[in-house]
Structures are given as C-alpha cells and as structure tokens.
C-alpha cells in the first residue's frame, strides 16, 4: 500500500500543481472503488440525505448518520484521506455540540478531517478551536446546501463584484482561522482563480471551474448513478443506472423463466469462506 495521505500531502500538492481529487462515498464497497482508482480525498458528504436517503436537500442527515457511514467507509480506504461534513443538527446549535460532533467524527468515523460550511463569525471561531486542538477542518464557501433557504435555492453564488468579494473574503477569514483546504461550490470560474491565487492554503472546486487547486464531484453524480437530479455541471464519466437497470431487468427475467439458477451443479459451487477483516482500532 502507498503512504497514506496527510494534510501535509495537500500543502504539498498545492506548491507543486498536482491537482487534488476528491470524491464523496458512503459505504465500504464505494471507498475500496475509490481507492483503487487512487482518489486522494474521500469526503463523506452530508449529500448523503439526497443521493442515499432520498431527502430534497441536505438537511435531514443526523450526526449519528454521519458517523456510521464514515466509520464504514473508512474500512475501505489506506491511503486516501477521510473527511467528514458536519451536518446541519450540530454547527449551529452551539461550539459544544460542534466540537463534540467533530471528536465523535475522528474518534469513532476514523475521519482525518471535519468540513464546514460557511465563515459565520460562529463556524470562524470553530475552525479555529478545532484545528489548534489538533482536528483539521475543511472550510466550504459558495453554494453552501445546509443554507438553502437562505441562500432562496440551489444557486451560483458570488455573480456581482460585492457577492464574489465576499465569497473572497470568507475563504480568507477560513485560512486565516485554520483551516487545511476550502471547498467552492457554484462560483464563477475566474472568482475561483480569483480566490485560489490568493490562498495559500488548497481550493477544492465544484461547478467553480478549472482554476482550482483539486475537484470533488458527488460519487453517484459521477457515475452516473442519479437519475432524479444532477447538476449542470456534473460530467458523468459512466451511466451506471443504465447498466444496473439492465442488469437487473436480466436477473428478474431469468429467475421468473426460471433459467436462473441453472440446474446443473456447475452453477451452485460455494465461494471459499471468507475470514472477516479485522475492525481499524
Ligand atoms: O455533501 C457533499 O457531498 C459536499 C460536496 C459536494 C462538496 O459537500
């Protein structure tokens, strides 16, 4: 196995222009995916409410929820870099509660690193308590979904020179207060050249363009495997929906034709028993 990657990797790659990639995975099976394609960053998106649970936005998605899945994905990885999303029930409710969802999040989701969305003043004062108690936090600025209502919607945010000044603003305040990286989600492409020239810290873009210093995308988007809603900018490398659909309208048919499972033995051999893989500490 390969080193496992540190926030340190990240820095690095900012100085010398390798571009980081990121993808948001939920389970075990989809971390290994991830891992054997060599993806540096898996995020485990609070996106899960929409693309797993089904939910219109982001909002529903309970810490416990979000522990469970980084803890199940993190069976999955070695060298890529885990980070959790801090939901929407605990940033807001008080520092305690944030800082106690950031602990669970290290402790038992064997997460690396925490994201947050927005530079409130609030979120600011925890990406500083966190990170000088040795927690790295992600920062995230833009479209931020948990603030959906008041941003009025999914939008491009940061179209007048005011709105991109402060989007400017708010990832500099983030690095200033710590954090290790900043997500820019829906920006105008040349506010995120913009902002990416200015820190010094790594910009990770979604819908921001090419200029930043690595990409995410949304690992169900990607491969093509939600087909109840995808973002314009979203290139689907594969259209596994198609071909799990196929797949199981084939498997439907031959077990109601009954040509599935064959009748001779060929087809009923056991696979060897597997030894389960012991749990990361
Ligand atoms: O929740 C998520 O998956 C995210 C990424 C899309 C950046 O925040």
């Known amino acids: 196995m390969k080193d496992a990657l540190t926030i340190r990797s990240f820095a690095e790659m900012k100085k010398t222009g390798r571009k980081i990639v990121t993808v948001t995975a939920y389970d075990a099976t989809f971390a290994q995916l991830c891992e054997a ?18 939910h219109p936005n982001t909002l529903p998605v309970t810490l416990d929820q979000m522990v ?24 807001p409710v008080s520092m305690e509660s944030a800082t106690a969802a950031a602990i669970r999040a290290l402790a038992e989701g064997n997460a690396q690193a925490v994201k947050v969305e927005g530079a409130t003043s609030h979120v600011l004062q925890l990406v500083s308590h966190l990170s000088s108690h040795g927690i790295p936090v992600m920062g995230h600025v833009g479209l931020i979904p948990q603030s959906i209502h008041q941003m009025g919607g999914f939008r491009i945010q940061g179209k007048t020179r005011e709105a991109g000044a402060r989007v400017l603003e708010d990832a500099r305040r983030l690095e200033e207060a710590g954090a290790f990286s900043v997500v820019l989600e829906a920006i105008p492409h040349a506010l995120a050249a913009e902002i990416t020239g200015a820190l010094s810290i790594p910009t990770i873009g979604i819908g921001a363009g090419p200029h930043c210093d690595g990409q995410v995308l949304v690992s169900y988007d990607l491969l093509g495997l939600n087909e109840t809603y995808c973002p314009r900018f979203v290139k689907k490398y594969a259209q596994l929906a198609e071909i799990a659909k196929q797949a199981l309208g084939d498997y439907a048919s031959e077990v109601r ?25």
Do not use: C, N, W
């Open 257 to 281: 034709e009954g040509t599935f499972p064959p009748a001779d033995e060929r087809g009923g051999k056991l696979p060897p028993a597997q030894t389960p893989k012991p749990e990361k500490p």
């Open 37 to 54: 394609a060599g993806v540096d960053i898996v995020l485990v998106g609070d996106s899960l409410g929409m693309v797993i649970q089904g």
């Open 68 to 91: 469970y899945h980084t803890r199940i994905v993190s069976r999955g990885l070695g060298r890529a870099f885990l980070v959790m999303d801090l939901p929407f029930h605990s940033v």
